[in-house]
Structure formats: structure tokens, C-alpha cells
């Protein structure tokens, strides 16, 4: 039995592996759950499950938890120290880290020097602090099991290899408007943004699939993940989500990952590594999918691709302060502040004007994304004018 931390267990990966708990209970239990602000999800879930602990990040709903579950035998804490705390429980096995945005760095931290088995579905933790996460994965000999899809792809094509690979390739599905022209992006709605044809994701992650700036973070993600340097990675456009990405070896030989756009399969597959058990998931049906097709990236209608790429080679603290710009961009768009187009024109101005740092501490990486934020709001109000939807 193997016992879980979940967080952010209302999200979409944390909905989807709860459904892999239910559908798994002689395997795992949920002994963790936290969510950020929905609690009355964050309520039915701690009902349906029982878990031991329960953290709602929000404390001004602190109360409603606590009094929802005040007949039950679920402990209730708050606040974003708790969810860095839980982590350490001596009763948990694997942390999900599901947490959206910068917000996960600080628990991933934690489980990680509390030697938990750590499944990460959080790229912005290794975007931001991916130096420091890597020298504390080594130091504290800890598991770190990728779940975004095309990772845990990279992942499986390296099982059992004992030769370097020559390079990978991420696969990105383009999003709803890679054929779009300059014109047309510029009138993309959030609606719009938000209608992935292929996958089930969070608003954050939606929108970024659709700007490419997702793909632009797993770049990064992979660097750290698979100790790469920034020419041994490569996208190409696959709009049908079948193949989840490739390692190329230095015989020129190619492997890829394959199945259906599902994030139960990467999630199942971090809690059970190094096996594999059952799944009711979809199968690719070839006699349906009888085409795959690949394209080069459109970088200069894509920005966000290219500015990710610039982060990753210049290094220090850059990546730290595209993940923020992106996240106040992104937020914006949401709000519909500002327009679509719009969101990597502000990402590279927060870049150009936010100072560089070679080596910075996690401390100074909490300063560097609170510069970056403050820097791209600051810009947002001086150009009311200009940022508009």
C-alpha cells in the first residue's frame, strides 16, 4: 500500500489521480490532500477518501473545511507553511506535486529533503530552481518521477538504456491555433484559448499550450530532468498527441512513446514505478489514427518558444523571471486585461528589465519572482493604454 500526498488534489492532475487511487484501492491510499482555494471540492474529496491530513491554502476558508469535516477524523491545517510541512509526514510514501505556478518549488523542496518519492507534475519548480533541485535530488539520493506527459515519454524511452542519448524531441500539439495567422491571433478569446482539442488540463496550463509557453517550460523542465544541454533539445509539432515524445541515440536510432492523449497513463505510471499494472485507459486504435504528422514551430509567431529557449541558455536567474511574467501574462489574459499577442510582448519586457543573478539561493529566487511580478504589473498600469484585450 502505498500512501500519497496530493497537492493540489482539486486540480486537473490531482482529480485525475485520485481517480487512480479509487480505481487502485488495494494499492494506494490517499493519505494527503491540499488545494489552494476550492475547499468545498477540496470537502467531497476528504469525505470520499478519508485521508489523514487535509491543507486548504486559502485561510479564509479555513473555517468552512474545518467545520465540514468536524465529524470525521480528518486533521485540518492552512496556510501555504502547512503544505510545506505535511510533506515531511513520516506516514507518506510519494508526493504528488501538483501545485500550479511557482507556488510548488517551496513543498518540492521539502519532500525532497524528507527523502519522500516525489512525482512531479510541476514544471515550474525545475524551470525556476532547477540548479538547486537537481544538487538536492543527489544530495538527499531522492526519487524524482516525472508526470508531465512528454517526460515521463523521455522517460520510458530511456529505461533500460545504458548509452547516452544524442538528443531528445518533445512533442507539442500545437494547440487550437498553430495554423492561425499574426492577424488572427491577435482576436483570440479566452474561450477560445481555453478549447485544447487534444487534452484535459488546468486554465494556466490551457492557455499555455496555446501560446507554446508550455512547451517552452518543459524545454527547460528537461534540461534539468535529463541533464541535457540546450542544442540536444528539440520540438516538433505533432497535433495528434499520439506520439508523446522521442529519444534519439547516437547510433541514430529513435524511440518513441506512444498511447493516447491521457495523463492518467504518466500518473499511474509514477505511482507504480518501476512497474507497470492494469489499466482501463484508451488504446490507440491505428485503423481510426492512420496518419501521424510532424511540423517545425513557428517561433516568430510562437515568441514565447523562443523567449524560453533564450531563458534556458542564458541561464541564472532568467528562467525564473520568464515562469513569473508568464504567470502575471497569463493571469491577465484570463481577466482579459490584456490580449493574447500581448502576453509575450509583456514576458519580454519583464526580461529586459529584470537585473541578472548567476547562482541565485531559493531565497533569492522567492525575491527574483516577486521582482519579476511587481515589474510586469508595473508595466501593465504605466500602459493601460497599450495592454488591452
Not at 500512501?3 to 479509487?22: F, K
Not at 544538487?135 to 548509452?163: N, R, W
Amino acid at each position: 500500500m502505498k500512501r500519497i500526498a496530493i497537492l493540489g488534489s482539486t486540480g486537473s492532475i490531482g482529480t485525475q489521480a485520485l481517480d487512480i487511487i479509487e480505481s487502485n484501492p488495494e494499492l494506494f491510499t490517499a493519505e494527503i490532500l491540499t488545494a489552494q482555494n476550492n475547499w468545498e471540492l477540496l470537502v467531497k474529496q476528504a469525505l470520499n477518501f478519508n485521508p489523514n491530513i487535509v491543507v486548504i491554502g486559502n485561510e479564509d476558508n479555513y473555517q468552512k473545511v474545518k467545520s465540514a469535516l468536524a465529524s470525521t477524523d480528518v486533521k485540518v491545517y492552512t496556510g501555504k507553511k502547512a503544505i510545506e510541512e505535511v510533506v515531511q509526514s513520516t506516514s507518506v510514501d510519494l508526493v504528488l506535486t501538483a501545485l500550479v505556478g511557482f507556488a510548488g518549488l517551496k513543498p518540492t523542496i521539502e519532500a525532497i529533503k524528507s527523502k519522500k518519492i516525489v512525482a512531479l507534475a510541476n514544471k515550474e519548480t525545475l524551470v525556476v530552481a532547477g540548479d538547486i533541485i537537481s544538487k538536492l535530488v543527489l544530495e538527499y539520493k531522492t526519487p524524482l518521477l516525472p508526470v508531465d506527459s512528454e517526460h515521463s515519454a523521455i522517460f520510458q524511452c530511456l529505461m533500460g538504456e545504458v548509452s547516452p542519448v544524442e538528443k531528445i524531441i518533445l512533442t507539442a500539439s500545437g494547440g487550437p491555433f498553430f495554423h492561425l495567422s499574426e492577424d488572427e491571433l491577435k482576436i483570440v478569446t479566452v474561450e477560445q484559448a481555453l478549447n485544447h482539442p487534444n487534452w484535459r488540463m488546468g486554465n494556466k496550463v490551457t492557455i499555455d499550450s496555446a501560446s507554446l509557453m508550455n512547451k517552452g517550460l518543459e524545454v527547460i523542465e528537461a534540461k534539468w530532468l535529463f541533464g541535457l544541454k540546450p542544442e540536444q533539445i528539440e520540438v516538433v509539432i505533432h497535433p495528434q498527441s499520439i506520439i508523446h515524445s522521442m529519444a534519439q541515440f547516437e547510433d541514430g536510432s529513435i524511440k518513441a512513446q506512444m498511447g493516447m492523449p491521457d495523463m492518467r497513463m504518466p500518473i499511474q505510471l509514477a505511482f507504480t514505478y518501476p512497474n507497470r499494472i492494469k489499466s482501463k485507459f484508451p488504446r490507440v486504435n491505428f485503423s481510426i489514427t492512420d496518419k501521424l504528422t510532424f511540423e517545425q514551430p513557428n517561433t516568430n509567431k510562437f515568441r514565447n518558444l523562443a523567449l524560453a529557449h533564450e531563458a534556458m541558455v542564458k541561464g541564472g536567474s532568467y528562467p525564473c523571471v520568464l515562469n513569473a511574467a508568464n504567470e502575471v501574462a497569463v493571469g491577465n489574459f484570463i481577466e482579459r486585461r490584456i490580449g493574447f499577442t500581448q502576453m509575450p510582448e509583456l514576458i519580454e519586457q519583464v526580461m529586459e528589465k529584470a537585473e541578472f543573478v548567476a547562482s541565485p539561493t531559493v531565497d533569492e529566487y522567492l525575491k527574483i519572482d516577486a521582482e519579476s511580478r511587481r515589474i510586469a504589473n508595473e508595466l501593465l498600469t504605466y500602459n493601460t493604454s497599450k495592454w488591452r484585450y
